[in-house]
């Protein structure tokens, strides 16, 4: 059970823009770094944001990130049908001794 | 190019022993660490540990520790996660990813390069 809270699915239309938000506590988002990947079906996890908000090389700035005191939220603008796949939010959490993974969100272009 | 090798998928009994493998290439081996992620079927990440190739220096998750061990040869710039008995509950795909930056800063890890996975199917 992942003590950072994902909503599990989000949709919207080509072109538009989603929100994904990852909740904790202070032991996890609050005092430290978050970084989102993204599980394309079939694929390995990728990197995309790193230090709350920072963008590895090569991804694309329609990626966002930001955090904000225990939650922390990716965006994607100029949704593309490519960008179907799972989104993970990670952070060390001081508690467990564990870098730990959110549950997971489904991203879904209709 | 830098990139992360794994070694290929495995099918094995209850009990038996597993060691499967990552080798790294394009980049200074022992300068990175190297995490370990399980994923279930069907399921979400989990991060089972981290490894230093360069010290052996390494966390555990405490949902791992005792459950698997981390190792490297860096000699052929590879890192291993090693099982001593199965359990048909570790049928799973496991990744490895390399920590972004040489130091381990627990509050700002992130993985930048990831391995393509080797599939674990325990089954008697």
């Known amino acids: 059970q992942s003590v950072l809270t994902q909503p599990p699915s989000v949709s919207a239309a080509p072109g538009q823009k989603v929100t994904i938000s990852c909740s904790g506590t202070?032991?996890?988002?609050?005092?430290?770094?978050v970084s989102w990947y993204q599980e394309l079906p079939g694929t390995a996890p990728n990197l995309l944001i790193f230090d709350n908000h920072k963008r590895p090389s090569g991804i694309p700035d329609r990626f966002s990130g930001s955090k904000s005191g225990t939650s922390a939220t990716l965006g994607i603008t100029g949704l593309q049908t490519g960008d179907e796949a799972d989104y993970y939010c990670?952070?060390?959490?001081?508690?467990?001794?564990?870098?730990?993974f959110g549950t997971g969100t489904k991203v879904t272009v209709l | 190019e830098v990139q992360l090798v794994q070694s290929g998928a495995e099918m094995k009994k209850p009990g038996e022993s597993l060691k499967i493998s990552c080798r790294g290439s394009g980049y200074s081996f022992t300068s990175y660490w190297i995490g370990w992620v399980r994923q279930m079927p069907g399921k979400g990440l989990e991060w089972m540990g981290i490894f230093h190739p360069g010290d052996s220096d390494s966390r555990y998750s405490p949902s791992f520790k005792g459950q698997v061990t981390m190792s490297a040869d860096k000699s052929i710039s590879t890192a291993y996660l090693q099982w001593s008995s199965l359990k048909a509950s570790d049928t799973a795909m496991y990744y490895c990813?390399?920590?972004?930056?040489?130091?381990?800063?627990?509050?700002?890890?992130?993985?930048?390069?990831w391995g393509p996975g080797t599939r674990v199917t325990i089954s008697s």
């Open positions: 990813a390399r920590q972004l930056g040489g130091s381990l800063s627990l509050g700002r890890i992130s993985f930048d390069v």
């Open positions: 990670g952070t060390w959490d001081a508690s467990l001794s564990s870098f730990v």
């Open positions: 202070s032991s996890r988002i609050e005092n430290n770094s």
